[in-house]
């Protein structure tokens, strides 16, 4: 029987980002899909309104750099990216509730060098922002997801993977996904089909990659990304 959970690591992984350019001198800038938006948002919400559950919040991803190929000076800055975006709104508000500074530092951790879910988990894990060791003393500490129910599935298994523990203590919050993405001067857009479609074959190359990862290995696991990157990145550039 697994313990009833008495408090909670939030977890919100980018679902997408885009950049763009001002002109050919410009750095690229990078921005935040509707989808990451709402997350970053609900993340917030959740956290404020029950800070007393929430162990601290984590904030992971980085780019797509690796799904569209981008050159390394098309990279945004590190504290450009995804993660440090989505961790905006709920740093705010605890500014607005007074929280000190270190306090917010040490609830609302990110990590921006990740370009898949799996790498979200494994960069989450060994830069410390997720212990495994905490989470084998504390058997009524949990990690809920800030995602929809597809992209869910996704990081149930992953962590149940990296972290060896009871799937029922990985739980997701209720929230819809926002799909699709704007079309720009570098991406020609994404209608709602299509990002459902990438969406349900994420889902199998994910569990395809995993399925030689021994429970609670972080090597495994970064072989598992790195496979998962090569396949991504041979559709794109076919």
């Not at 029987?1 to 008495?6: D, H, L, Y």
């Not at 989505?86 to 530092?105: C, F, G, N, S, T």
């Not at 298994?157 to 739980?171: H, Q």
């Not at 929230?175 to 199998?204: L, N, W």
């Amino acid at each position: 029987m697994t313990p009833k959970i008495e408090s909670a690591i939030l977890f919100t992984p980018g679902r997408a980002s885009y950049r763009t350019q001002a002109n050919p001198e410009a750095p690229f800038e990078l921005h935040l899909t509707q989808a990451s938006e709402r997350r970053a948002t609900v993340a917030s919400q959740l956290f404020v309104a029950n800070p007393h559950f929430y162990e601290r919040a984590v904030f992971a991803g980085g780019t797509p750099a690796v799904s569209e190929g981008w050159r390394d000076d098309q990279m945004p800055p590190d504290d450009q990216r995804e993660a440090y975006f989505m961790a905006r709104p709920l740093k705010r508000r605890l500014r607005e509730m007074d929280w000190p500074e270190e306090q917010i530092d040490q609830t609302v951790l990110t990590q921006g060098d990740s370009n898949n879910s799996i790498g979200d988990v494994r960069l989450s894990i060994e830069r410390g922002l997720i212990d495994p060791d905490e989470l084998d003393r504390n058997r009524r500490l949990g990690i809920r997801v800030v995602a929809g129910a597809a992209h869910s599935i996704r990081f149930k298994e992953i962590f149940s993977k990296a972290l060896d523990i009871n799937p029922d203590r990985i739980t997701r919050v209720r929230m819809c996904d926002v799909y699709g993405r704007p079309k720009t001067q570098f991406h020609p857009g994404e209608s709602r089909q299509k990002a459902i479609s990438k969406e349900f074959a994420g889902i199998a190359l994910t569990r395809l990659a995993l399925s030689r990862v021994r429970p609670g290995n972080l090597d495994d696991l970064r072989d598992a990304e790195e496979r998962l990157n090569r396949w991504v990145s041979s559709v794109h550039h076919k």
